[in-house]
């Protein structure tokens, strides 16, 4: 079964300081790779996301995540961050379709909630 | 395009009381899932459907049930409201298996 791990729980920054989201998963075959994002009060929307190619995805509003295939991980940065990222950040993987019927299910992480302080 | 719509946005139950949460979407999508998502815990998948007509469990099904009679709607039904189904609720579609899901804005629901 997949599983996907996210290291931090919360993190607190000053605006303008640089970001980085760990994310690894779990996973015997090929993935694909989600990061969703949460603003306060709102639904699930997606950030970038990684089926194949450039392990480097670059997203919305500056955000970027790296695909590292032998540490089984896509940890999420941004150089500069505004207050407005205030948000909770969702890791999430899922099978490709060929790696069986019930494996395409989306398995999310825990979450990371990220305070920006003005 | 509206997306993904869920009815009602807040939901107060008593101990064994039924409710349906609704979700509608307009994007012809065939796949169609339901999660809840409780602090701390990310989102767990209950249930989802690969097109009308089919259903199967995700990680967390018991004590709800689901129905797929068209393509736009995906119900997903409480037959007798426990504590422990206090959560909020999103339903997502997706074009297809692996594709971005596409959430609604949520159903949060009480159980007291």
């Known amino acids: 079964a997949q599983s996907v791990s996210q290291h931090n729980h919360h993190v607190i920054l000053s605006e303008a300081a640089s970001l980085e989201l760990g994310c690894n998963y779990s996973y015997g075959g090929t993935v694909n790779l989600f990061w969703y994002v949460q603003y306060p009060g709102q639904h699930l929307q997606l950030l970038l996301k990684y089926f194949s190619g450039d392990p480097l995805v670059k997203g919305i509003k500056g955000f970027e995540a790296e695909f590292i295939k032998s540490k089984f991980s896509f940890n999420l940065r941004k150089p500069s961050v505004q207050w407005s990222d205030t948000a909770e950040y969702f890791c999430a993987v899922t099978g490709a379709p060929t790696s069986g019927a019930g494996s395409y299910q989306l398995t999310f992480g825990k979450g990371t909630k990220l305070s920006v302080i003005p | 395009n509206a997306g993904v719509t869920q009815t009602p946005k807040f939901r107060i139950l008593k101990i064994g009381q039924s409710m349906t949460l609704q979700c509608t979407q307009d994007?012809?999508?065939?796949?169609m899932y339901w999660y809840r998502q409780d602090p701390g815990m990310g989102l767990k998948l209950i249930y989802y459907s690969v097109g009308a007509g089919i259903t199967d469990k995700g990680e967390v099904p018991n004590g709800y049930n689901v129905s797929r009679s068209t393509t736009e709607d995906f119900p997903l039904r409480l037959e007798l409201a426990a504590p422990s189904q206090t959560s909020v609720y999103f339903c997502?579609?997706?074009?297809?298996?692996?594709?971005?899901?596409?959430f609604g804005p949520g159903t949060r629901l009480l159980v007291l």
């Open positions: 997502a579609s997706s074009a297809g298996p692996v594709q971005t899901q596409y």
């Open positions: 994007m012809n999508h065939n796949y």
